[in-house]
């Protein structure tokens, strides 16, 4: 990272950080961390990107922060060895075999910061809600923004039954998600507006709970695909 960036230690809004982007001193997802002060964070996680195991705790030590974007490439962590059994059937290649790999290495290690209130994910490379994305992880969190990217379903466990404290959720580009207006009430109880957009080559959504007449709306237009 420049040296002179260091030097803003008060620094509250930083947007555009590219994490690897090549230069002689790219900056690098432990980097944040310097911005103790940062509220809202908007960075992308570059294709040439090789993020150390230590850096991917470093965000949740921004304990001020409550707006994060994020965006990925294809990342690789130094020393992983890629498994031949991920990236689904038979069929696939090795190529796309290790970029499913590489993609989702960065996601399954990173810590949230405690008091994140609006999450935004973009080309998100997951199929399933890893374990960091988890309501007892993200207990203040109320706007949640994911678009783009495999995700199939929003289905999580969890022990003590916790749900989503989240108002507004935003799907967007999801080729491969499937969703039920009852699973989205019982997990997602305090919505407020919901909306889908190019979800699964079904219809697009647009719920606000107050001007739509409640839950019964939304189940009915999701089930009107």
């Not at 909306?195 to 009107?224: F, I, M």
């Amino acid at each position: 990272m420049p040296e002179g960036l260091k030097k803003l230690t008060s620094l509250q809004v930083l947007k555009g950080f590219v994490i690897g982007h090549p230069g002689k001193n790219p900056c690098k997802l432990g980097d944040v961390a310097y911005f103790k002060k940062l509220r809202k964070l908007s960075m992308h996680i570059a294709s040439e990107a090789s993020v150390a195991e230590g850096e991917l705790q470093k965000l949740k030590e921004i304990e001020n922060l409550s707006i994060l974007t994020m965006s990925w490439g294809e990342v690789t962590l130094p020393g992983e060895k890629l498994s031949s059994n991920v990236g689904g059937g038979g069929g696939a290649s090795s190529s796309s075999r290790k970029e499913d790999v590489q993609l989702t290495l960065t996601m399954k290690r990173l810590s949230f910061p405690p008091n994140l209130e609006k999450l935004d994910l973009r080309c998100f490379p997951h199929r399933m809600l890893p374990e960091q994305l988890r309501p007892s992880n993200l207990e203040k969190l109320k706007q949640l923004y994911i678009r783009g990217g495999p995700l199939e379903s929003l289905v999580f466990s969890e022990q003590n039954n916790k749900k989503w404290e989240v108002e507004i959720l935003l799907l967007k580009y999801l080729n491969n998600l499937k969703i039920g207006g009852s699973k989205l009430q019982e997990d997602f109880p305090h919505l407020i507006y919901f909306e889908k957009v190019r979800c699964n080559y079904e219809k697009n959504v647009e719920w606000n709970k107050e001007a739509d007449e409640g839950w019964d709306a939304l189940t009915s237009q999701l089930l009107n695909k």
